[in-house]
């Protein structure tokens, strides 16, 4: 065991600085979705098609912003700008046009409705933007790479990959935890998703939070996609494997909890990127054994409060 | 035989009424065939998913084709009209929608599949509906390798052709590589490639370093582990036969952190993604095109059918086409030879469906580059064009140079042989057989 | 002297720093009605829950019939012959009330039957006369969720009562039942309990049915037994009138 | 629905079935696939019954594919794989039933579609066992010793699936009207009612669980007959959601609701695709969406004059 630490110690610290960036990602559509899912009880398929829309967004604004002759700065705009957009149009779209009507409906109708919108948001992202990859890497570009040392070699980063994924994942777990615990309209939310009834019963408006924590879980979804863009190429498709991490990540994390949903995306992306190294062909099902094993300990899940069942 | 005729009659008999369609269905493929008032195509191509990166292109060039033919007469007076056929939903619902087009759209020929496994699944088809069906662009070697298809033919190249040729020339262009790295999409065409790969560089150049072999999920977004892990382990070589939006984005990251600066790259299936990545795309590294048709192709054979093929894809629709593009106009020119030639041997009547999988067998056609012949096991030769990516003034987007072009009937597969076992019989005096670089 | 149906002895649980049971010991004899009066949040519904399985305690044991039967399974409890009706009665809401008692009956003979109708004619005969006994033969083919709160809190005893429970545990079996019902679902549910033999502890409130129909109250307060007694002596006790009656009597008017 | 109304739209259905298969070849594949979705969706239903919804439950239908394309080399006979690939996948619902049916709701959910995923990924990553994505093709089959023409070999499938359907269907019917099958829907209302009742919840659930494994597997296995060539695809997530697409769109409240649904995706699936092949997926949404908000109840819930009624809200 020692010895394999000693041959291999230096790879792990490479494949952490990896697993770091790609748990950023998996965070900001996680958190969304868990957010979500805590108030509405709704498990969101569409969440992915939100990333992906974000995603595609965000890299026709940074587009159009170089096209304008406009500095490679502006492509962190465009990136703010495309979460924004997506999350302020489509949330409440989504929320007030389809989704309220089925509250109260059985669960797997209220899964399959979003199973619906999926669909369709998967064909309409092909409509708007073909299916030739699409790619806007001037905010990662703007920054540069970092040389990490590695034995008597340096391994380049992108400073992108190093900093500000890493950086806005953890501004946005500190963020959304002042707001949930610090502001009232957080702690609304914080109250309906631990006992809906007893919150309503307290004069909550449920109809009001709920549109709000939609709009917000499909912001994080759309900056999500956001931040991804600018390291990857977009084509059709990349909101269904999206999701289906999501939805080990809100399993493990415990319905609801953000630090669990942090905690979660960190234990799936360095898994992920030491198995890239020393197990490939467990590269996928990773996240699955993570979560299979969690709830086999935990049935609630990570962070996850027993609910109390009233006889 | 007698069995089979004894439940054939009894389902008849159970079937109630069924007896009349049974015949119906049953007409045979040596029935005498009318000239149609329109020659029906069925094509399968993907839609939608990733792989629609080529399938929605090559439809694109499909149906630019049939107005070009309907325009000039179609074949033999019989206008074209194409019924497509979305594979991405997978294998069982393709083979399902393979008979939707023979029983009931009434196609005479189909076009089948982007995907090795919906080829895989279609060409048995072929042979139980005796429908000629080309195989317009997967790659698998297996098809013909594993079976026989009287039925089937492809229009194209395959993998085989495809993965030596750029080996060869990067064993002669960068004798002295000693270690690679592999990094190909998890799936049949990633696994095969790479099989055929180290089985020829296994034979050719002995004691070459595997340092890195991944196979990351098919459709992954991003690649920075595994550009992380060749960084480290920096091999000469790191060989991938990513396509579409995959292969953009693995060289779109591993150029940011110039992994392109440590290691030669070798990338058979980058042609398809030189226009997105534009002048992303670092110079310098082995490139194909899975065939011939580059569009810097340095003496095609029909320049003017070239210029008239890509200078009216652009025009319509803004982009230079792609290989898949291109293999497509094979299978229509394959199409109008085979037709030609079959209305010929009749006399100028119209063939049913046996004379026409016989006028397939051994054809050969032109191509704005290049001709193809297809041999008695019907697969096609196709010439491959392969050479190191650079930037120039001509084309807003990486073009090979020093090109090579090698000549199908050397780097295929000869009939009755596997390609593994083909490669692995190779002997390095293959390389002095290979045609001078040109420099383009 | 008689030997005690269930004897429970030490039992100890707190939640958190709430102390639901305090060194609880109780011995309920056969035949009787003992009622179970406190303040809310004394540990009523957590001795019951402690006894049905449903609960472990910290520490204590519980025997019913001379063996120990802490640590067993609700439904190892059930088998043995304690049942329980609930304060929210436990119905299955989207079947009829038929089949509700209809489930309790096949509970009792096994349910492992796949391909025989649950509404088979043995079922359903012994059904409708259960629900007869409870007065409930006229909403048997209403649906669970559509009775009033009286019906539903017989139909959830009536459940209990199929499976020939020697020891039934009452959690509130009329809160939240009109005062005009009241007395009539006490009155039907202790005749069927009489006739049928049960001994029964219930928690309840209302000091009028506890004075008519109990034959020991034990008074509870911040888990332990306060006192135990005939009901005429408990409830003229001026601690238990005050500390537990007085505060019931404001609830009731808050 | 009454018995008589059910029965005769059962007959009916069958009618109609064995008409179109006769009256336009190429659907009677489509068709059959259709049935054998069915039969797997119907297994899903009983899952529904008692309030879960499993999210990966096409690993059985693949499990059962599978068991068929390996077997088939081998055994190349439809009488002796289709019982194989249905007790295969029931073993496996048993093992797997008893670590998920401990578990509910969302948890149950996930933990199927993560184990689901799991298996899709074994199926695409042992790629020298499973050839990956290209699948694995199915030989020619014998049935009961006898190798039928193309023709006769459509027909036998056709109606092999279609005794299938019909048997279980009413199989399901009777288990559904039994002590177990409604402890099973108490499951979904008052889990804790059951204990008390001294009846073990989980024993009930997993008794379903295996029912409904071993039915995926028999469909899975009619879909690797039908189509003859199996993909991972089978296994992925999606095809999962598309399995409780189907029920939904027949409605849960019948045995024949998922004959139905799956019979009424596959055609519109098949003309959505036709007639404009790079937007059936949107097609197929618009449809869902329109079937969930106005027609709760699905098709079986129009059928039967009840589409206006809303289904019951959460307890």
């Given at each position: 065991?020692?010895?394999?630490?000693?041959?291999?110690?230096?790879?792990?610290?490479?494949?952490?600085?990896?697993?770091?960036?790609?748990?950023?990602?998996?965070?900001?559509?996680?958190?969304?979705?868990?957010?979500?899912?805590?108030?509405?009880?709704?498990?969101?398929?569409?969440?992915?098609?939100?990333?992906?829309?974000?995603?595609?967004?965000?890299?026709?604004?940074?587009?159009?912003?170089?096209?304008?002759?406009?500095?490679?700065?502006?492509?962190?705009?465009?990136?703010?700008?495309?979460?924004?957009?997506?999350?302020?149009?489509?949330?409440?779209?989504?929320?007030?046009?389809?989704?309220?009507?089925?509250?109260?409906?059985?669960?797997?109708?209220?899964?399959?409705?979003?199973?619906?919108?999926?669909?369709?948001?998967?064909?309409?992202?092909?409509?708007?933007?073909?299916?030739?990859?699409?790619?806007?890497?001037?905010?990662?570009?703007?920054?540069?790479?970092?040389?990490?040392?590695?034995?008597?070699?340096?391994?380049?980063?992108?400073?992108?990959?190093?900093?500000?994924?890493?950086?806005?994942?953890?501004?946005?777990?500190?963020?959304?935890?002042?707001?949930?615990?610090?502001?009232?309209?957080?702690?609304?939310?914080?109250?309906?998703?631990?006992?809906?009834?007893?919150?309503?019963?307290?004069?909550?408006?449920?109809?009001?939070?709920?549109?709000?924590?939609?709009?917000?879980?499909?912001?994080?979804?759309?900056?999500?996609?956001?931040?991804?863009?600018?390291?990857?190429?977009?084509?059709?498709?990349?909101?269904?494997?999206?999701?289906?991490?999501?939805?080990?990540?809100?399993?493990?994390?415990?319905?609801?909890?953000?630090?669990?949903?942090?905690?979660?995306?960190?234990?799936?992306?360095?898994?992920?990127?030491?198995?890239?190294?020393?197990?490939?062909?467990?590269?996928?099902?990773?996240?699955?054994?993570?979560?299979?094993?969690?709830?086999?300990?935990?049935?609630?899940?990570?962070?996850?409060?027993?609910?109390?069942?009233?006889? | 035989?007698?069995?089979?005729?004894?439940?054939?009659?009894?389902?008849?008999?159970?079937?109630?009424?069924?007896?009349?369609?049974?015949?119906?269905?049953?007409?045979?493929?040596?029935?005498?065939?009318?000239?149609?008032?329109?020659?029906?195509?069925?094509?399968?191509?993907?839609?939608?998913?990733?792989?629609?990166?080529?399938?929605?292109?090559?439809?694109?060039?499909?149906?630019?084709?049939?107005?070009?033919?309907?325009?000039?007469?179609?074949?033999?007076?019989?206008?074209?009209?194409?019924?497509?056929?979305?594979?991405?939903?997978?294998?069982?619902?393709?083979?399902?929608?393979?008979?939707?087009?023979?029983?009931?759209?009434?196609?005479?020929?189909?076009?089948?599949?982007?995907?090795?496994?919906?080829?895989?699944?279609?060409?048995?088809?072929?042979?139980?509906?005796?429908?000629?069906?080309?195989?317009?662009?997967?790659?698998?070697?297996?098809?013909?390798?594993?079976?026989?298809?009287?039925?089937?033919?492809?229009?194209?190249?395959?993998?085989?052709?495809?993965?030596?040729?750029?080996?060869?020339?990067?064993?002669?262009?960068?004798?002295?590589?000693?270690?690679?790295?592999?990094?190909?999409?998890?799936?049949?065409?990633?696994?095969?490639?790479?099989?055929?790969?180290?089985?020829?560089?296994?034979?050719?150049?002995?004691?070459?370093?595997?340092?890195?072999?991944?196979?990351?999920?098919?459709?992954?977004?991003?690649?920075?582990?595994?550009i992380t892990r060749l960084l480290a382990t920096r091999p000469d070589v790191v060989l991938s036969t990513s396509w579409g939006g995959e292969l953009v984005t693995l060289v779109r990251q591993a150029a940011e952190r110039r992994l392109f600066e440590r290691s030669t790259f070798v990338l058979p299936v980058a042609e398809a993604s030189m226009q997105s990545l534009g002048r992303a795309m670092p110079a310098g590294h082995v490139i194909g095109a899975r065939g011939d048709h580059w569009n810097n192709h340095p003496r095609p054979k029909d320049p003017a059918a070239m210029a008239r093929f890509v200078d009216g894809y652009r025009q319509r629709f803004n982009e230079y086409p792609i290989y898949p593009c291109h293999h497509m106009a094979q299978a229509f020119s394959a199409l109008q030879a085979a037709y030609a030639k079959a209305i010929q041997t009749k006399n100028g009547g119209w063939p049913n469906d046996q004379e026409l999988a016989d006028a397939f067998r051994g054809l050969t056609f032109d191509t704005p580059t290049s001709t193809i012949t297809l041999r008695e096991d019907g697969q096609g030769l196709e010439d491959q064009l392969v050479g190191l990516s650079s930037q120039g003034e001509r084309f807003p987007f990486a073009v090979p140079r020093d090109m090579v072009i090698f000549p199908a009937a050397m780097v295929s597969t000869p009939v009755g042989q596997k390609s593994v076992e083909w490669l692995k019989s190779l002997k390095p005096d293959i390389l002095a057989q290979m045609p001078a670089p040109i420099a383009g | 002297m008689t030997v005690p149906l269930?004897?429970?002895?030490?039992?100890?649980?707190?939640?958190g720093g709430v102390k639901a049971a305090d060194g609880i010991d109780l011995d309920v004899m056969p035949g009787e009605f003992l009622a179970i009066i406190g303040p809310n949040g004394a540990g009523k519904t957590t001795f019951i829950n402690m006894t049905t399985g449903y609960l472990r305690p910290q520490a204590g044991a519980i025997e019913y019939e001379g063996q120990a039967i802490l640590g067993l399974a609700p439904r190892a409890i059930v088998r043995r012959g304690i049942g329980r009706s609930f304060q929210l009665p436990q119905l299955f809401t989207e079947h009829t009330v038929l089949e509700n008692a209809a489930l309790a009956i096949a509970a009792r003979a096994g349910i492992w039957s796949p391909l025989v109708p649950l509404l088979r004619p043995g079922y359903r005969r012994d059904a409708m006369a259960l629900l007869?006994?409870?007065?409930?033969?006229?909403?048997?083919?209403?649906?669970?969720?559509?009775?009033?709160?009286?019906?539903?809190?017989?139909?959830?005893?009536?459940?209990?009562?199929?499976?020939?429970?020697?020891?039934?545990?009452?959690?509130?079996?009329?809160?939240?039942?009109?005062?005009?019902?009241?007395?009539?679902?006490?009155?039907?549910?202790?005749?069927?309990?009489?006739?049928?033999?049960?001994?029964?502890?219930?928690?309840?409130?209302?000091?009028?049915?506890?004075?008519?129909?109990?034959?020991?109250?034990?008074?509870?307060?911040?888990?332990?037994?306060?006192?135990?007694?005939?009901?005429?002596?408990?409830?003229?006790?001026?601690?238990?009138?005050?500390?537990?009656?007085?505060?019931?009597?404001?609830?009731?008017?808050? | 629905?009454?018995?008589?109304?059910?029965?005769?739209?059962?007959?009916?259905?069958?009618?109609?079935?064995?008409?179109?298969?006769?009256?336009?070849?190429?659907?009677?594949?489509?068709?059959?696939?259709?049935?054998?979705?069915?039969?797997?969706?119907?297994?899903?239903?009983?899952?529904?019954?008692?309030?879960?919804?499993?999210?990966?439950?096409?690993?059985?239908?693949?499990?059962?594919?599978?068991?068929?394309?390996?077997?088939?080399?081998?055994?190349?006979?439809?009488?002796?794989?289709?019982?194989?690939?249905?007790?295969?996948?029931?073993?496996?619902?048993?093992?797997?039933?008893?670590?998920?049916?401990?578990?509910?709701?969302?948890?149950?959910?996930?933990?199927?579609?993560?184990?689901?995923?799991?298996?899709?990924?074994?199926?695409?990553?042992?790629?020298?066992?499973?050839?990956?994505?290209?699948?694995?093709?199915?030989?020619?089959?014998?049935?009961?010793?006898?190798?039928?023409?193309?023709?006769?070999?459509?027909?036998?499938?056709?109606?092999?699936?279609?005794?299938?359907?019909?048997?279980?269907?009413?199989?399901?019917?009777?288990?559904?009207?039994?002590?177990?099958?409604?402890?099973?829907?108490?499951?979904?209302?008052?889990?804790?009612?059951?204990?008390?009742?001294?009846?073990?919840?989980?024993?009930?659930?997993?008794?379903?669980?295996?029912?409904?494994?071993?039915?995926?597997?028999?469909?899975?296995?009619?879909?690797?007959?039908?189509?003859?060539?199996?993909?991972?695809?089978?296994?992925?997530?999606?095809?999962?959601?598309?399995?409780?697409?189907?029920?939904?769109?027949?409605?849960?409240?019948?045995?024949?609701?998922?004959?139905?649904?799956?019979?009424?995706?596959?055609?519109?699936?098949?003309?959505?695709?036709?007639?404009?092949?790079?937007?059936?997926?949107?097609?197929?949404?618009?449809?869902?969406?329109?079937?969930?908000?106005?027609?709760?109840?699905?098709?079986?819930?129009?059928?039967?004059?009840?589409?206006?009624?809303?289904?019951?809200?959460?307890?």
């Amino acid at each position: 065991m020692g010895e394999w630490f000693a041959e291999n110690g230096l790879l792990l610290g490479l494949a952490g600085l990896d697993g770091l960036a790609y748990a950023a990602l998996v965070f900001m559509v996680a958190v969304g979705l868990n957010l979500v899912f805590g108030v509405l009880r709704i498990v969101n398929v569409a969440h992915g098609s939100l990333f992906a829309i974000g995603a595609y967004t965000a890299a026709s604004i940074g587009l159009f912003f170089t096209a304008q002759g406009l500095p490679p700065a502006a492509g962190y705009a465009a990136l703010l700008l495309g979460a924004a957009l997506v999350g302020g149009v489509l949330g409440p779209l989504i929320e007030r046009v389809v989704l309220r009507r089925v509250y109260g409906y059985e669960d797997v109708l209220q899964l399959l409705v979003t199973f619906a919108l999926f669909m369709i948001l998967e064909d309409m992202q092909k409509l708007v933007w073909g299916v030739q990859p699409v790619f806007q890497d001037s905010p990662m570009k703007a920054l540069g790479t970092v040389e990490v040392p590695f034995g008597d070699d340096t391994i380049p980063f992108t400073a992108y990959q190093l900093f500000v994924l890493p950086g806005v994942a953890v501004a946005t777990l500190i963020g959304l935890a002042w707001f949930l615990r610090r502001t009232l309209t957080g702690r609304v939310i914080v109250a309906v998703t631990t006992d809906k009834e007893a919150a309503t019963a307290m004069g909550i408006d449920a109809v009001r939070v709920t549109l709000l924590t939609f709009t917000f879980g499909a912001a994080l979804a759309a900056l999500g996609g956001a931040l991804a863009s600018p390291t990857t190429s977009l084509v059709p498709g990349i909101g269904a494997s999206t999701i289906v991490l999501s939805f080990a990540v809100v399993a493990t994390a415990g319905l609801g909890q953000i630090e669990g949903a942090a905690l979660t995306s960190l234990l799936i992306g360095m898994g992920r990127s030491a198995a890239v190294y020393f197990a490939p062909e467990l590269e996928v099902v990773v996240p699955y054994l993570i979560m299979v094993a969690v709830l086999l300990v935990r049935p609630q899940g990570l962070f996850g409060v027993v609910e109390a069942r009233r006889v | 035989m007698n069995r089979q005729t004894d439940v054939s009659r009894r389902a008849a008999m159970l079937g109630a009424a069924s007896s009349g369609a049974l015949l119906w269905a049953g007409e045979g493929a040596r029935a005498q065939a009318q000239k149609p008032s329109e020659l029906r195509i069925g094509i399968t191509t993907f839609l939608s998913g990733p792989a629609s990166v080529f399938g929605v292109p090559s439809r694109q060039a499909a149906e630019l084709l049939i107005e070009q033919i309907n325009r000039s007469g179609g074949i033999g007076g019989v206008p074209l009209r194409a019924f497509f056929v979305d594979e991405a939903p997978g294998a069982d619902h393709l083979v399902g929608e393979y008979r939707r087009l023979v029983q009931n759209e009434n196609v005479q020929v189909v076009f089948a599949s982007i995907s090795s496994g919906s080829c895989l699944a279609c060409t048995p088809l072929s042979t139980e509906l005796r429908k000629t069906t080309l195989l317009w662009d997967c790659g698998t070697q297996r098809v013909f390798e594993e079976g026989k298809h009287p039925y089937a033919f492809r229009t194209q190249g395959y993998g085989t052709p495809e993965i030596l040729a750029p080996l060869l020339y990067l064993l002669k262009t960068k004798p002295d590589f000693r270690s690679i790295g592999v990094i190909n999409q998890d799936y049949a065409w990633g696994r095969d490639s790479w099989e055929l790969w180290k089985a020829g560089m296994d034979a050719l150049k002995p004691g070459v370093r595997v340092v890195a072999e991944m196979f990351p999920r098919f459709g992954s977004t991003d690649f920075s582990t595994e550009i992380t892990r060749l960084l480290a382990t920096r091999p000469d070589v790191v060989l991938s036969t990513s396509w579409g939006g995959e292969l953009v984005t693995l060289v779109r990251q591993a150029a940011e952190r110039r992994l392109f600066e440590r290691s030669t790259f070798v990338l058979p299936v980058a042609e398809a993604s030189m226009q997105s990545l534009g002048r992303a795309m670092p110079a310098g590294h082995v490139i194909g095109a899975r065939g011939d048709h580059w569009n810097n192709h340095p003496r095609p054979k029909d320049p003017a059918a070239m210029a008239r093929f890509v200078d009216g894809y652009r025009q319509r629709f803004n982009e230079y086409p792609i290989y898949p593009c291109h293999h497509m106009a094979q299978a229509f020119s394959a199409l109008q030879a085979a037709y030609a030639k079959a209305i010929q041997t009749k006399n100028g009547g119209w063939p049913n469906d046996q004379e026409l999988a016989d006028a397939f067998r051994g054809l050969t056609f032109d191509t704005p580059t290049s001709t193809i012949t297809l041999r008695e096991d019907g697969q096609g030769l196709e010439d491959q064009l392969v050479g190191l990516s650079s930037q120039g003034e001509r084309f807003p987007f990486a073009v090979p140079r020093d090109m090579v072009i090698f000549p199908a009937a050397m780097v295929s597969t000869p009939v009755g042989q596997k390609s593994v076992e083909w490669l692995k019989s190779l002997k390095p005096d293959i390389l002095a057989q290979m045609p001078a670089p040109i420099a383009g | 002297m008689t030997v005690p149906l269930l004897s429970a002895r030490g039992l100890r649980l707190a939640f958190g720093g709430v102390k639901a049971a305090d060194g609880i010991d109780l011995d309920v004899m056969p035949g009787e009605f003992l009622a179970i009066i406190g303040p809310n949040g004394a540990g009523k519904t957590t001795f019951i829950n402690m006894t049905t399985g449903y609960l472990r305690p910290q520490a204590g044991a519980i025997e019913y019939e001379g063996q120990a039967i802490l640590g067993l399974a609700p439904r190892a409890i059930v088998r043995r012959g304690i049942g329980r009706s609930f304060q929210l009665p436990q119905l299955f809401t989207e079947h009829t009330v038929l089949e509700n008692a209809a489930l309790a009956i096949a509970a009792r003979a096994g349910i492992w039957s796949p391909l025989v109708p649950l509404l088979r004619p043995g079922y359903r005969r012994d059904a409708m006369a259960l629900l007869a006994r409870f007065g409930l033969e006229g909403v048997a083919e209403a649906r669970a969720d559509a009775l009033n709160e009286g019906a539903r809190k017989l139909a959830d005893i009536a459940m209990a009562v199929a499976l020939e429970p020697r020891l039934l545990l009452m959690d509130e079996p009329t809160s939240g039942v009109a005062a005009s019902e009241k007395m009539g679902v006490v009155e039907t549910l202790v005749r069927v309990l009489r006739e049928a033999g049960v001994t029964a502890v219930f928690v309840e409130h209302d000091m009028e049915v506890v004075a008519r129909f109990a034959d020991r109250v034990a008074v509870w307060s911040q888990g332990r037994i306060l006192t135990l007694g005939p009901p005429a002596a408990v409830l003229a006790d001026p601690a238990v009138r005050r500390e537990v009656i007085g505060i019931e009597a404001a609830a009731a008017h808050g | 629905m009454s018995r008589r109304a059910e029965a005769l739209l059962a007959l009916l259905g069958v009618a109609a079935l064995i008409f179109t298969a006769w009256a336009a070849p190429w659907l009677r594949f489509v068709l059959t696939v259709a049935l054998a979705k069915g039969l797997g969706v119907l297994g899903l239903l009983l899952l529904l019954r008692a309030g879960q919804v499993s999210f990966g439950h096409a690993m059985f239908l693949a499990l059962g594919a599978y068991t068929v394309a390996f077997a088939a080399p081998s055994v190349p006979e439809t009488l002796v794989l289709l019982p194989a690939a249905a007790l295969l996948a029931g073993v496996a619902g048993l093992l797997i039933g008893l670590f998920v049916v401990r578990y509910r709701d969302i948890f149950f959910g996930m933990l199927n579609l993560a184990l689901s995923m799991v298996f899709y990924s074994v199926l695409e990553k042992f790629y020298a066992v499973t050839k990956g994505t290209d699948g694995i093709r199915v030989p020619p089959l014998t049935i009961a010793g006898l190798e039928p023409v193309r023709e006769t070999q459509e027909w036998v499938m056709f109606g092999l699936a279609l005794g299938l359907a019909l048997l279980c269907a009413l199989g399901v019917r009777a288990y559904l009207a039994s002590p177990m099958g409604q402890a099973l829907a108490g499951i979904k209302t008052r889990e804790t009612r059951l204990e008390f009742l001294g009846v073990p919840a989980r024993r009930v659930l997993l008794f379903a669980y295996v029912l409904s494994a071993t039915m995926g597997g028999a469909a899975g296995a009619l879909i690797a007959m039908t189509s003859r060539h199996v993909t991972p695809q089978l296994a992925y997530w999606t095809s999962s959601g598309e399995l409780i697409f189907i029920g939904i769109l027949g409605g849960a409240g019948s045995a024949l609701g998922p004959f139905l649904g799956a019979a009424a995706f596959e055609l519109v699936r098949v003309y959505a695709a036709a007639a404009v092949a790079d937007a059936w997926q949107m097609i197929l949404g618009g449809v869902l969406l329109a079937v969930i908000l106005f027609a709760p109840g699905g098709l079986i819930g129009i059928l039967s004059g009840r589409a206006q009624q809303r289904p019951a809200g959460r307890a």
